[in-house]
């Protein structure tokens, strides 16, 4: 077996690589051969190639020889550079975005502009260079034409006027590749900041915030508003050279037709109102688009997250009408949206060939005759100036589905968020709160106006009113490294809230709380990840094969995972994490007792026996063997101290445990009289009855018993696993060409033949005006 470093990358295809045999299936990869040719997923592209491959882009060749080889795969790509890494332009976009918040009038533009505009900046230069030397054929078509005219014009004057005109074409190329390049990097960075601080932010939302901002309205944010970013970098310099080109142009044309140029100016001077109203509707369009995506998003998310409730209620019919229904709203929106878009094309497209009509028309009507030099000089300005003018409408659509998403995530990033603990006068590991009183934050009450009239009782019924007072009340509470602090009380008494109060997640409305100490918290409803255990309990951090086995006694390994389990891999993570504090929630409820004990004795009394823990827990079984005991009652610790002091005290905590022993004790009996019956009921049967009864009996103890087990599902050790019984496999990949069957269903997925003809016949005939137009 292969060792590999810390931290080092499994590959998913070790040195080999597909080479075709010339008779590859399109749905089949049983016919490629394996060859051994190694990835370039060990490098990034700068340390491939210098300046001039900078320039070339010859860094892409190696990777483009590869996928001619074999198909590829993920770690066969380049990795990235270290400028584009997620976390250096999330740090980047973090910082500017603080200034911004400090300056009192926080602009999302401004940050993102600090940020990343520098390269932006570069690649304006690039397309400004690129737009200038446009202009340089247009204006030496005339001497060209002069030139052909005169028999006695030397050969060098012709050779010059070619050579200029090369020359302006190579750097023209180098430069738009450049520019293009540029703005596609600087849009990855943005996204990749965004998605980033979207995510983060999301961590840190105040409890009220988490109730105004869905799931679903967050993933919008990261998946779509993230992605508008992006695709509006390359339009964005638009907005300048667009006006750059027209200016340019329209002051050659004047030293070409005079004052017949004033007629095309007329022209998009009457276009720029029109454009304004567009832009108007279509941002409202775009808005009202992006609220129906907020909430399909957001029934879909509930949907799949309680998909076992819906299949065990028979729930499937009722919840798919619902996202039906939001469905069918989006793609009712989603059609306006584009048939407005297309209006606006249409219309713009119009534009560049009437500004050239109508500027001729005027020339030759003021009494100029139109020579073959002026009229190619003109038309070559025309159609630079075409360019401009018919990508408005798409800069147009750009810019408002940007604006629409700038406004969103700037409203999101300025949402409240959860009061940050810091460390007070502490001077070491420990947890200090002082006279506290905690509450929760509920959303405000819903906007009467928009509220149904047919349902406005009803909703302002279900409204959640904002919590007056708190949770907990005069809270004093201290806990030191290497103590367990146990919190019981009755269920809703307040325990979760203090660990909530002391996390910052609830509002501390009085007193004061401190902590010092890197903080570990197991939640009462674990979170687990879709990947192996392995991945669940590293959660990014690098994987340590001592600490790694230090946490599997704790949770068991696999990836079938019961309620009790999740909650032991749950507490696995947190031991990995290797905390100073230590805050679990009720994390022996979802165990047996028997489960129960070996996580108290191995694990908190234990492992983390040089660690604070602050243990919730309505069993009272292990509370002896605690430092510290809090009993809350009614908002507030009504008890605090040792086990000892406090059941001599015959107080709240000694009743608690009378009254779970006995409830202990009736347990037991009732379970000794089921097994009494039981057996009682088995020897009244007859010998068959009784061993089908015990067949039975066992048959069923073994499906429990193998239930009770989890398959390993470690990343060295799946080479001997069956794949069946596994969430998790491998999803089947088709290479070579692609079948005409995909195309058949790709054809009937956008209305069949007949709206494939009408799209077909729509390109062709679009080229056809294009090339008329030319003409």
């Given amino acids: 077996m292969v060792q590999r470093k810390q931290g080092e990358r499994k590959p998913l295809l070790k040195g080999v690589a597909v080479v075709h045999d010339g008779a590859a299936s399109s749905k089949h990869a049983s016919s490629w051969m394996l060859v051994d040719t190694p990835g370039l997923g060990d490098r990034y592209p700068s340390q491939q190639s210098g300046c001039l491959g900078n320039v070339f882009f010859s860094w892409v060749t190696p990777l483009m020889k590869l996928g001619n080889e074999r198909p590829l ?97 190579v750097v023209q190329s180098f430069a738009l590749r450049q520019y293009f390049f540029y703005c596609y990097e600087t849009g990855l960075q943005l996204r990749s900041a965004i998605v980033t601080a979207v995510f983060e932010k999301s961590l840190l939302l105040s409890a009220a915030a988490r109730q105004q901002r869905t799931s679903g309205e967050i993933t919008n944010l990261m998946s779509i508003d993230a992605q508008r970013l ?95 229904k939001f469905r069918d709203e989006e793609l009712a929106r989603l059609r306006t949206y584009v048939f407005a878009r297309s209006g606006s ?74 009061t940050k603990v810091g460390e007070g006068d502490l001077t070491e590991v420990g947890i200090s709160v002082r006279g506290a009183d905690f509450k929760w934050d509920a959303a405000p009450p819903a ?31 201290s806990a030191k490294n290497g103590e367990l602090h146990a919190i019981v009380g009755h269920v809703g008494s307040g325990k979760s809230t203090l660990l909530a109060g002391i996390l910052g997640d609830a509002r501390c409305s009085a007193g004061s709380v401190a902590i010092r100490g890197k903080v570990a918290y197991v939640s009462q409803q674990p979170f687990i990840q879709n990947a192996t255990v392995r991945d669940n309990i590293t959660f990014g951090l690098p994987f340590d094969a001592e600490k790694y086995e230090e946490a599997l006694r704790i949770g068991e390994k696999g990836i079938n995972l019961s309620g009790g389990q999740r909650t032991r891999v749950a507490i696995a993570r947190a031991v990995y994490q290797d905390a100073d504090i ?110 089908a009864i015990t067949g039975r009996r066992k048959s069923s103890e073994s499906r429990l018993h193998r239930r009770s087990r989890v398959s390993t599902r470690s990343d060295d050790s799946q080479d001997g696993v069956d794949d069946e019984g596994q969430l998790m496999v491998e999803e089947d990949r088709s290479v070579g060409d692609v079948s005409w069957s995909v195309y058949r269903v790709w054809i009937n997925a956008f209305g069949g033949l007949c709206a494939a003809f009408l799209v077909v016949f729509g390109f062709f005939a679009a080229q056809g005006i294009a090339l008329v137009a030319t003409l």
């Fill in 447 to 477: 906007d009467k106006e928009k509220i149904n009239e047919k349902k406005e009782e009803e909703e302002e019924a279900l409204v959640t009113p904002v919590a007056e007072g708190p949770t907990l009340r005069h809270v004093d509470f």
């Fill in 230 to 324: 992006q695709d509006m970098t390359p339009y964005l310099h638009a907005v300048w050279y667009g006006a750059f080109q027209i200016v340019v142009s329209c002051v050659l044309l004047w030293q070409q037709i005079g004052v017949a140029t004033f007629a095309g100016v007329a022209v998009i001077l009457l276009v720029i109102p029109l454009m304004t109203l567009i832009s108007k509707v279509m941002r409202k369009l775009q808005q009202r688009l992006m609220q129906v995506k907020d909430e399909r998003i957001k029934i879909c998310v509930e949907v799949l997250s309680g998909i076992k409730v819906v299949k065990l209620k028979a729930w499937e019919n009722s919840f798919g009408q619902r996202v039906m």
């Fill in 582 to 691: 230590y805050l679990l929630d009720d994390i022996l409820s979802a165990v047996d007792s028997h489960v129960g004990a070996d996580i108290f004795n191995e694990c908190i009394k234990k492992t983390l026996k040089d660690k604070l823990v602050v243990l919730v827990t309505h069993s009272l079984s292990f509370v002896s063997q605690c430092d510290q005991i809090a009993v809350i009652t009614d908002g507030r610790i009504a008890e605090h101290g040792s086990y000892k002091k406090l059941m001599a005290t015959k107080n709240l905590l000694a009743q608690m445990v009378s009254n779970y022993v006995e409830s202990e004790q009736e347990e037991d009996e009732e379970n000794t009289t089921s097994a009494e019956s039981l057996e009682d009921a088995m020897d009244d049967c007859g010998d068959e009855e009784e061993l």
């Fill in 73 to 169: 795969e993920s770690d066969d790509l380049f990795q990235l550079d270290p400028h584009n890494r997620a976390a250096n332009v999330s740090k980047k976009f973090a910082d500017a975005w603080e200034q911004q918040t400090r300056s009192g009038k926080p602009s999302l533009v401004w940050a993102l502009s600090k940020a990343f505009g520098f390269k932006f900046i570069v690649a304006g230069f690039l397309k400004l260079i690129h737009d200038s030397l446009q202009f340089v054929g247009p204006m030496v078509i005339k001497d060209i034409i002069a030139y052909l005219s005169d028999p006695t014009a030397p050969l060098s004057k012709g050779l010059t006027y070619a050579a200029v005109i090369f020359a302006a074409g």
């Fill in 345 to 418: 094309n249409t219309i713009f497209s119009f534009v560049p060939s009437l500004v050239s009509v109508v500027s001729f028309n005027a020339y030759v009507l003021l009494g100029h005759a139109l020579d073959v030099g002026t009229a190619l000089t003109s038309l070559a300005l025309f159609n630079i100036l075409r360019f401009p003018l018919f990508m408005l409408p798409q800069v147009l659509n750009n810019v408002v589905e940007a604006s629409v998403s700038f406004d969103r995530l700037r409203s999101y990033f300025l949402v409240e968020e959860r």
